[in-house]
């Protein structure tokens, strides 16, 4: 839903969001919602900036970064964010931006009300996914779920290991 920054009352605007909705989609990455997203957004101009508010709740499936395997990945948002309008950047080069005005994001004359939610949701999700804090994940060599099968490559690993031991230590002995 697009909004005309111009037409938003004195007020400001509610929206209550309530979409049930297949997926995520950000750049290239597509990650499926599980029931509905809720949550409301509020829309108010303090002068010529536009002050955002705004709530977000759903679930997503993510891949675990360890197991890769997906899992219901809860996102809880509040948020609230200032923008000024894009007009106040012409005419200059982006070197002349002061520092303060870095972190503040900018509004062109139509606001896209789904984008904006969406990025929260999409900030909100962890760099490295995790399905529990003490995922095994797949083994490096031979590529099995550590979480429900076990394999005897780690104790190959380990033995190389001694055996390098061994060997520097006889090594030592030797001189
Ligand atoms: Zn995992
Ligand atoms: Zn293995």
Redesign the pocket.
């Known amino acids: 839903m697009e909004i005309k920054v111009t037409e938003i009352p004195r007020e400001g605007l509610f929206f209550e969001i309530a979409q049930e909705r297949g997926y995520l989609e950000w750049g290239r990455e597509r990650f499926p919602f599980l029931g509905a997203l809720k949550g409301w957004l509020r829309l108010q101009m303090m002068g010529s900036r536009l002050i955002v508010r705004g709530e977000i709740h759903a679930t997503l499936l993510l891949p675990c970064s360890r197991c890769l395997k997906e899992f219901p990945y809860k996102v809880d948002v509040e948020f609230m964010d200032e923008y000024l309008p894009a007009e106040a950047l012409e005419g200059r080069d982006e070197v002349e931006i002061s520092s303060e005005e870095a972190g503040i994001s900018f509004y062109e004359d139509v606001v896209d009300l789904e984008n904006l939610y969406m990025e929260k949701v999409y900030l909100s999700l962890p760099m490295k996914p995790l399905c529990s804090d003490e995922c095994k994940g797949l083994?490096p060599?031979?590529g099995?779920d550590l979480n429900v099968e076990s394999?005897n490559?780690h104790l190959r690993e380990v033995n190389s290991r001694w055996e390098a031991l061994k060997r520097v230590k006889e090594g030592l002995l030797k001189k």
């Open positions: 083994c060599y031979c099995v394999c490559c």
